[in-house]
Protein backbone atom coordinates (compact mmCIF):
# COMPACT_ATOMS: atom_id res chain seq x y z
CA UNK A 1 0.00 0.00 0.00
CA UNK A 2 2.67 2.77 0.91
CA UNK A 3 4.36 2.09 -2.45
CA UNK A 4 0.65 3.03 -4.01
CA UNK A 5 0.38 5.72 -1.95
CA UNK A 6 3.64 7.22 -3.07
CA UNK A 7 2.77 7.04 -6.38
CA UNK A 8 -0.78 8.43 -6.08
CA UNK A 9 1.21 11.63 -4.15
CA UNK A 10 3.60 12.07 -6.42
CA UNK A 11 0.99 12.08 -9.02
CA UNK A 12 -0.72 14.86 -6.97
CA UNK A 13 1.98 16.79 -5.99
CA UNK A 14 2.88 17.17 -9.71
CA UNK A 15 -0.45 18.52 -10.39
CA UNK A 16 0.31 21.00 -7.49
CA UNK A 17 3.77 21.53 -8.61
CA UNK A 18 4.92 25.66 -8.30
CA UNK A 19 1.16 26.41 -7.36
CA UNK A 20 2.56 27.02 -3.91
CA UNK A 21 5.72 28.29 -2.15
CA UNK A 22 7.03 26.37 0.89
CA UNK A 23 6.78 27.60 4.19
CA UNK A 24 10.23 29.02 5.74
CA UNK A 25 8.29 27.55 9.06
CA UNK A 26 5.72 25.04 8.27
CA UNK A 27 2.75 25.09 9.80
CA UNK A 28 2.39 22.55 12.84
CA UNK A 29 -0.49 19.87 12.02
CA UNK A 30 -1.81 17.40 14.37
CA UNK A 31 -3.63 14.61 13.57
CA UNK A 32 -5.52 12.91 16.23
CA UNK A 33 -6.62 9.32 16.15
CA UNK A 34 -6.57 6.08 17.59
CA UNK A 35 -9.94 4.80 18.04
CA UNK A 36 -12.47 4.69 14.64
CA UNK A 37 -15.30 2.39 12.69
CA UNK A 38 -12.84 3.03 10.06
CA UNK A 39 -8.86 1.88 9.56
CA UNK A 40 -7.36 4.94 11.21
CA UNK A 41 -4.22 2.81 11.23
CA UNK A 42 -3.93 3.19 7.33
CA UNK A 43 -5.95 6.96 7.20
CA UNK A 44 -4.22 8.57 9.57
CA UNK A 45 -0.88 7.66 7.83
CA UNK A 46 -1.95 8.24 4.35
CA UNK A 47 -3.34 12.24 5.55
CA UNK A 48 0.10 12.45 7.18
CA UNK A 49 1.81 12.20 4.44
CA UNK A 50 -0.45 14.41 2.45
CA UNK A 51 -0.04 17.51 4.63
CA UNK A 52 4.20 16.89 5.34
CA UNK A 53 4.94 16.69 1.41
CA UNK A 54 2.44 19.50 0.58
CA UNK A 55 5.42 21.97 1.38
CA UNK A 56 3.28 23.26 3.35
CA UNK A 57 2.28 21.57 6.73
CA UNK A 58 4.63 19.19 9.41
CA UNK A 59 2.59 16.90 10.73
CA UNK A 60 2.02 14.70 13.79
CA UNK A 61 0.28 11.56 15.21
CA UNK A 62 -1.12 11.62 18.36
CA UNK A 63 -2.81 7.72 19.45
CA UNK A 64 -5.28 7.65 22.10
CA UNK A 65 -5.31 4.68 24.25
CA UNK A 66 -7.11 1.79 22.92
CA UNK A 67 -11.00 1.22 23.60
CA UNK A 68 -12.11 0.21 27.69
CA UNK A 69 -8.64 1.49 28.30
CA UNK A 70 -8.11 4.53 30.27
CA UNK A 71 -8.52 7.75 28.71
CA UNK A 72 -7.24 9.93 31.56
CA UNK A 73 -3.69 10.15 30.25
CA UNK A 74 -4.74 11.28 26.65
CA UNK A 75 -3.89 15.08 26.99
CA UNK A 76 -2.58 16.32 23.50
CA UNK A 77 -0.83 19.62 23.58
CA UNK A 78 -3.62 21.56 21.12
CA UNK A 79 -2.12 24.85 21.39
CA UNK A 80 1.12 23.71 19.91
CA UNK A 81 -0.42 23.39 16.41
CA UNK A 82 -1.88 25.43 13.83
CA UNK A 83 -4.29 22.99 12.51
CA UNK A 84 -6.00 20.01 14.74
CA UNK A 85 -7.01 16.76 12.01
CA UNK A 86 -9.57 15.08 13.75
CA UNK A 87 -9.34 11.38 12.71
CA UNK A 88 -11.00 9.81 15.79
CA UNK A 89 -14.64 7.79 16.64
CA UNK A 90 -14.42 7.01 19.86
CA UNK A 91 -14.58 6.77 23.54
CA UNK A 92 -14.84 10.12 25.44
CA UNK A 93 -11.36 12.23 26.34
CA UNK A 94 -11.27 13.24 29.53
CA UNK A 95 -12.66 16.57 30.79
CA UNK A 96 -9.17 17.87 30.28
CA UNK A 97 -8.73 17.08 27.55
CA UNK A 98 -12.22 18.61 26.18
CA UNK A 99 -11.63 21.49 28.14
CA UNK A 100 -8.06 22.37 26.18
CA UNK A 101 -9.55 21.48 23.06
CA UNK A 102 -12.41 23.92 23.28
CA UNK A 103 -10.14 26.29 24.09
CA UNK A 104 -7.68 25.76 21.49
CA UNK A 105 -10.82 26.48 19.00
CA UNK A 106 -12.24 29.20 20.78
CA UNK A 107 -8.72 31.47 20.64
CA UNK A 108 -8.39 30.43 16.82
CA UNK A 109 -7.12 27.11 16.16
CA UNK A 110 -7.49 25.50 13.06
CA UNK A 111 -9.46 22.27 12.49
CA UNK A 112 -10.20 19.71 9.88
CA UNK A 113 -13.29 17.33 10.88
CA UNK A 114 -12.27 14.16 8.71
CA UNK A 115 -14.83 11.48 7.52
CA UNK A 116 -16.12 9.58 10.25
CA UNK A 117 -14.63 11.97 12.79
CA UNK A 118 -18.10 13.38 12.73
CA UNK A 119 -19.92 10.45 14.01
CA UNK A 120 -18.08 11.37 17.48
CA UNK A 121 -19.19 12.70 20.95
CA UNK A 122 -23.28 12.65 20.10
CA UNK A 123 -23.40 14.50 23.98
CA UNK A 124 -21.06 16.42 23.65
CA UNK A 125 -22.81 19.73 23.28
CA UNK A 126 -19.67 22.35 22.32
CA UNK A 127 -17.81 19.76 19.75
CA UNK A 128 -21.21 19.03 17.69
CA UNK A 129 -21.40 22.80 17.26
CA UNK A 130 -17.91 22.96 15.79
CA UNK A 131 -18.66 19.90 13.28
CA UNK A 132 -22.02 21.82 12.74
CA UNK A 133 -23.50 18.51 11.22
CA UNK A 134 -23.03 14.59 12.56
CA UNK A 135 -24.51 10.97 12.11
CA UNK A 136 -25.33 7.75 13.59
CA UNK A 137 -24.56 7.31 17.69
CA UNK A 138 -27.79 7.83 18.48
CA UNK A 139 -28.27 11.13 16.94
CA UNK A 140 -32.06 12.01 15.88
CA UNK A 141 -33.95 15.78 15.98
CA UNK A 142 -32.84 16.66 19.29
CA UNK A 143 -29.18 17.38 17.88
CA UNK A 144 -30.51 19.95 15.22
CA UNK A 145 -32.30 19.87 11.64
CA UNK A 146 -31.44 17.96 8.47
CA UNK A 147 -29.63 20.27 6.24
CA UNK A 148 -29.48 19.37 2.95
CA UNK A 149 -30.39 21.12 -1.03
CA UNK A 150 -33.18 21.20 -3.03
CA UNK A 151 -33.31 22.75 -5.96
CA UNK A 152 -30.02 24.76 -5.50
CA UNK A 153 -31.30 26.13 -2.62
CA UNK A 154 -30.06 25.34 1.91
CA UNK A 155 -32.82 22.95 3.73
CA UNK A 156 -33.11 22.60 7.30
CA UNK A 157 -36.07 20.18 8.08
CA UNK A 158 -36.48 19.15 11.66
CA UNK A 159 -39.10 16.33 11.18
CA UNK A 160 -38.09 13.44 13.34
CA UNK A 161 -36.02 10.88 12.38
CA UNK A 162 -32.10 9.53 12.86
CA UNK A 163 -29.00 11.05 11.84
CA UNK A 164 -26.53 9.70 9.55
CA UNK A 165 -26.64 7.13 6.90
CA UNK A 166 -25.43 5.98 3.35
CA UNK A 167 -25.90 3.71 0.71
CA UNK A 168 -23.74 1.60 -1.35
CA UNK A 169 -20.07 2.79 -2.41
CA UNK A 170 -19.71 4.33 -5.74
CA UNK A 171 -18.74 7.46 -7.57
CA UNK A 172 -20.32 10.51 -7.33
CA UNK A 173 -20.41 14.05 -8.62
CA UNK A 174 -19.73 16.62 -6.29
CA UNK A 175 -20.91 20.19 -6.91
CA UNK A 176 -19.62 23.59 -5.52
CA UNK A 177 -22.03 26.28 -4.28
CA UNK A 178 -19.30 28.88 -3.40
CA UNK A 179 -16.80 29.29 -5.83
CA UNK A 180 -15.37 32.29 -4.31
CA UNK A 181 -14.49 30.55 -1.17
CA UNK A 182 -10.60 30.61 -0.84
CA UNK A 183 -11.22 26.47 -0.77
CA UNK A 184 -13.34 26.42 -3.66
CA UNK A 185 -12.00 29.01 -5.91
CA UNK A 186 -10.61 28.00 -9.24
CA UNK A 187 -12.16 24.28 -8.97
CA UNK A 188 -14.34 22.94 -11.55
CA UNK A 189 -18.30 23.83 -10.75
CA UNK A 190 -18.63 19.51 -11.31
CA UNK A 191 -15.69 17.44 -10.51
CA UNK A 192 -16.28 13.33 -10.27
CA UNK A 193 -15.44 11.89 -6.81
CA UNK A 194 -13.41 8.35 -6.85
CA UNK A 195 -15.37 5.33 -4.92
CA UNK A 196 -16.58 6.59 -1.94
CA UNK A 197 -19.20 6.38 1.27
CA UNK A 198 -21.60 9.69 0.35
CA UNK A 199 -22.88 9.99 4.11
CA UNK A 200 -26.56 11.37 4.05
CA UNK A 201 -28.98 12.34 6.59
CA UNK A 202 -26.86 14.42 8.94
CA UNK A 203 -28.00 16.57 11.12
CA UNK A 204 -26.99 18.83 13.81
CA UNK A 205 -26.99 22.34 15.06
CA UNK A 206 -25.40 24.20 11.32
CA UNK A 207 -24.75 27.18 13.19
CA UNK A 208 -21.95 30.09 11.44
CA UNK A 209 -21.95 26.73 9.13
CA UNK A 210 -21.22 27.30 4.62
CA UNK A 211 -22.01 24.30 2.71
CA UNK A 212 -19.27 24.41 -0.13
CA UNK A 213 -19.96 21.83 -1.91
CA UNK A 214 -22.96 18.87 -2.07
CA UNK A 215 -23.48 15.19 -4.20
CA UNK A 216 -26.67 14.03 -5.23
CA UNK A 217 -27.26 10.86 -3.35
CA UNK A 218 -28.97 8.96 -5.60
CA UNK A 219 -32.01 6.25 -4.17
CA UNK A 220 -30.84 3.42 -7.00
CA UNK A 221 -27.53 3.34 -4.59
CA UNK A 222 -29.93 3.46 -1.40
CA UNK A 223 -29.47 7.30 -0.59
CA UNK A 224 -31.88 9.71 0.26
CA UNK A 225 -32.57 11.31 -3.33
CA UNK A 226 -31.05 15.01 -2.02
CA UNK A 227 -27.84 16.71 -2.69
CA UNK A 228 -26.45 15.78 0.73
CA UNK A 229 -23.42 18.14 1.90
CA UNK A 230 -19.67 16.35 1.70
CA UNK A 231 -17.91 19.61 2.25
CA UNK A 232 -18.43 22.84 4.88
CA UNK A 233 -17.06 24.94 7.02
CA UNK A 234 -17.86 26.84 10.48
CA UNK A 235 -16.53 29.31 12.97
CA UNK A 236 -16.61 28.63 16.22
CA UNK A 237 -15.35 30.95 18.37
CA UNK A 238 -12.28 32.76 16.92
CA UNK A 239 -11.70 29.07 15.36
CA UNK A 240 -11.54 27.98 11.85
CA UNK A 241 -13.56 24.51 10.53
CA UNK A 242 -12.91 22.92 7.54
CA UNK A 243 -14.98 19.41 7.08
CA UNK A 244 -15.01 17.45 4.98
CA UNK A 245 -17.27 13.91 4.46
CA UNK A 246 -14.94 11.99 1.63
CA UNK A 247 -11.94 10.05 2.09
CA UNK A 248 -13.57 6.71 3.46
CA UNK A 249 -10.39 4.27 4.53
CA UNK A 250 -11.84 0.77 5.14
CA UNK A 251 -10.27 -2.89 5.66
CA UNK A 252 -10.07 -2.93 1.72
CA UNK A 253 -7.09 -3.32 -0.36
CA UNK A 254 -7.80 0.13 -2.12
CA UNK A 255 -8.41 2.51 -0.88
CA UNK A 256 -9.63 4.96 -3.63
CA UNK A 257 -11.40 7.23 -2.27
CA UNK A 258 -8.59 9.17 -0.11
CA UNK A 259 -6.13 8.79 -3.21
CA UNK A 260 -8.84 10.68 -5.47
CA UNK A 261 -7.16 13.84 -6.49
CA UNK A 262 -10.20 15.73 -5.02
CA UNK A 263 -9.94 14.87 -2.22
CA UNK A 264 -6.63 15.63 -1.94
CA UNK A 265 -6.72 19.15 -3.21
CA UNK A 266 -9.85 19.68 -0.66
CA UNK A 267 -8.35 18.66 2.09
CA UNK A 268 -5.00 20.60 1.63
CA UNK A 269 -6.83 23.61 0.75
CA UNK A 270 -9.20 23.20 3.60
CA UNK A 271 -6.77 22.22 6.29
CA UNK A 272 -4.30 25.71 5.18
CA UNK A 273 -7.32 27.90 4.91
CA UNK A 274 -8.15 26.59 8.48
CA UNK A 275 -5.01 27.33 10.01
CA UNK A 276 -4.55 30.50 8.60
CA UNK A 277 -7.59 32.03 6.50
CA UNK A 278 -5.75 31.73 3.22
CA UNK A 279 -5.07 28.92 0.77
CA UNK A 280 -1.82 29.17 -1.69
CA UNK A 281 -2.17 26.07 -2.89
CA UNK A 282 -3.89 26.92 -6.33
CA UNK A 283 -6.37 24.65 -8.61
CA UNK A 284 -4.11 22.35 -10.52
CA UNK A 285 -4.44 22.49 -14.14
CA UNK A 286 -5.85 18.51 -14.53
CA UNK A 287 -8.83 17.97 -12.29
CA UNK A 288 -11.02 15.17 -12.43
CA UNK A 289 -13.69 16.74 -13.86
CA UNK A 290 -17.42 15.20 -14.37
Known sequence: M????????????????GSAAPAKDPIKALIVTGQNNHNWQASSVILQKYLNESGIFQADIVISPPK???????????SAYGAVVLDYNGAS????ANAAFLEYVKKGGGVVVYHAADNAFPQWKEYNEITGLGGWEGRNEKDGPYVYFADGKEVRDSSPGAGGSHGRQHEYTVVSHTPRHPIMKGLPAKWTHAK???YDR????????????TAYSDKSTGGTGRDE????TVSWGKGRIFHTVLGHVGNEAEHPAIECPGFIVTFLRGAEWAATGK???KAPDHFPEK
Open 279 to 281: VSV
Open 229 to 232: PVLM
Open 202 to 213: LRGPARNMTILA
Open 68 to 78: GEDMSSFLPDF
Open 2 to 17: CKKINIILCLCMALLH
Open 196 to 198: DEL
Open 93 to 96: WSEA
